[in-house]
């Protein structure tokens, strides 16, 4: 199993002129703030920037606009994920560019293929789709606002239908990632199975027809009714001629828009580049005058000069920003656009097919007088044979399929598990003192848990646990580090408080990684390392901005470069 470790995380935001900056241990981080000094925020931005988003973010941090970038590995290879509002790009350990992403399902399959996390279910229309980053993130995230009164519930926008059961089985390794690369095996070839079992009856379909042709010895067509028909399908056709023409019309709009676009684009990062290029010949001369490298005219080389150059830089960002965000825009209502034409198109050609059909109608006399009785049957049966061998050799694979899927659902393996999980469950509510906990209440893997008051934080964190402990052992995806959002809800007393914290610092799973977020130390020794936040509404500060700045700039500049853009 894959080992995912945080390393550290930079927030930015280029409207405030404020950031952050905080490192994580291999092991484990405790961050400690009273409320409203932005422990919350600082956790919830974790899996923002991965493209998971919490159930609540304060309106004040989402109108800062902050930038994230996270440095992370997967089983000791280094990346970095960037994110400003809808963009993401991915470096490798050479912070060169994997991609460039616009949209969460974009770098939810990229990640997925990072994360070897190939679960696949199916969506409201049927499709079967990768589920986004939060269905990876899902049993390792605490959330403060709703993982302590819901299980599997940490994220918004969990949009999949009946989904849980299916989340929960792939987690724990009751279906591991074999059972589903199967499964979709077994889909695309009973695809394939319906299309070539609709061609035999089709083509027995003709076949018999010809059959009640041939008893006659001549036959004819209704020409009048097929001209009624010919002169439908014609009008239809002119109907969506002058679509494609409406089409073509927005289509041209939208480009012209684009190109404006790009050539704004193309100004401003020039300008970045000529304000990059004064910034540093100013900053590397030492004189207090300095002659303009271009014209000869000299200049004062001030400390507010040279904030000025930064200033126009970060306005240059944040413009290219705002422009590629628009452009994202136009190039989706492109794409949209593009497919109504596609669509029409594909439907003329449909329609196009049956004028050829409705002709060849006409033409079967001729045929059959040409070819022969005989040698028209042959033709279809040799067809029929053809679609017949297939059809039986991908019935041979699907057979081979099934049985390889019931093998990965094994009922042994998953009792097995789900008695683990149970077993579990048990020890650690004992552990947390909840000894009185009917079993009937987390009998099943997937149960809602019952328990109120102050009890429910340390119910939920037996579960949480108890889950992890059973993934260690047989999950497939890569394990993510723990993240637990404010374990002290409803106002643990002093005895239990002690209990919960020394529960979750020592039972936290062998080589994985544990940030939590706390207000107090509670007279707990965390050996961890500790992150303290103490300005009350200020997570961001104004004094490491222009340092932080000038670390993530080399991923700004990639990404306003506009390199490898993925759509």
Known sequence: MKQFKLKEMTLLSLKERRSRKVT???????????????????????????????????????????????????????????????????????????????????????????????????????????????????????DQDVSWQRNWDSFKSLYLPKARLDIINYHTGIRPNQYYQTKNELGILNEGIAVADKEIKLIRGMLNNVKEKLTISDFTVDLEAFQVEITA??????????????????????????????AQLLIV??????????????????????????????????????????????????????????????????????AKFVESTKTLLEIETQLDRKQGEVKLKDLIESEGKKEVQNLFRQEIAAYSKELEEKIK????????????????RGDKIKNLYRGYMKQFL???????????????????????GSKTPREFMAYYYAILTVMTQYASATFCPLVIDSPNQQAQDKDNLPTLLNFIINRQPKDSQLIMSIEGDHGIDYKADIIRLQEKNHLLQESGYYN????IKRYLDAVVGGQRLFY
């Open 233 to 262: 399908l014609l009008a239809e056709c002119q109907i969506l001629r002058i679509d494609q023409e409406d089409y073509k019309t927005k289509l041209s709009k939208q480009f012209n828009h684009k190109i404006n676009l790009d």
């Open 24 to 142: 994580f241990s291999p092991t484990r981080t405790v961050i400690i703030g009273t409320n409203e000094t932005g422990k919350s925020c600082l956790i919830k931005s974790i899996y923002y920037t991965f493209g998971a988003e919490a159930h609540k973010m304060h309106p004040d941090w989402l109108d800062a606009q902050p930038i994230s970038v996270i440095r992370f590995s997967v089983d000791e290879e280094d990346y970095v994920i960037f994110r400003q509002e809808k963009t993401f790009a991915l470096f490798d350990n050479n912070d060169d560019m994997i991609g460039k992403y616009i949209r969460v399902s974009d770098i939810g399959a990229k990640l997925a293929e990072l994360f070897d996390f190939q679960l696949e279910l199916r969506d409201h229309q049927k499709k079967i789709v990768t589920p986004p980053p939060a269905y990876l993130f899902l049993p390792f995230y605490m």
């Open 548 to 551: 932080d700045f000038e670390n």
């Open 397 to 412: 694979l699907r057979d081979q399929l099934e049985t390889d899927l019931k093998s990965l659902e094994d009922k042994k």
């Open 430 to 452: 004992n552990e947390v003192n909840l000894p009185n906990v009917r079993q009937k209440s987390y009998e099943k893997i997937d149960s809602q848990l019952s328990e109120s």
């Open 269 to 338: 990062r020039k300008t970045l580049a000529e304000t990059q290029k004064d910034y540093s010949y100013a900053l590397n001369k030492g004189e207090d005058i300095v002659p303009c490298p271009t014209c000869g005219a000299e200049y004062e080389n001030s400390f507010a000069e040279r904030f000025g150059m930064a200033q126009d830089e970060q306005r240059c960002y944040d413009l290219i920003l705002e422009l590629e965000e628009e452009l994202v825009t136009i190039e989706a209502d492109i794409n949209k656009l593009n």
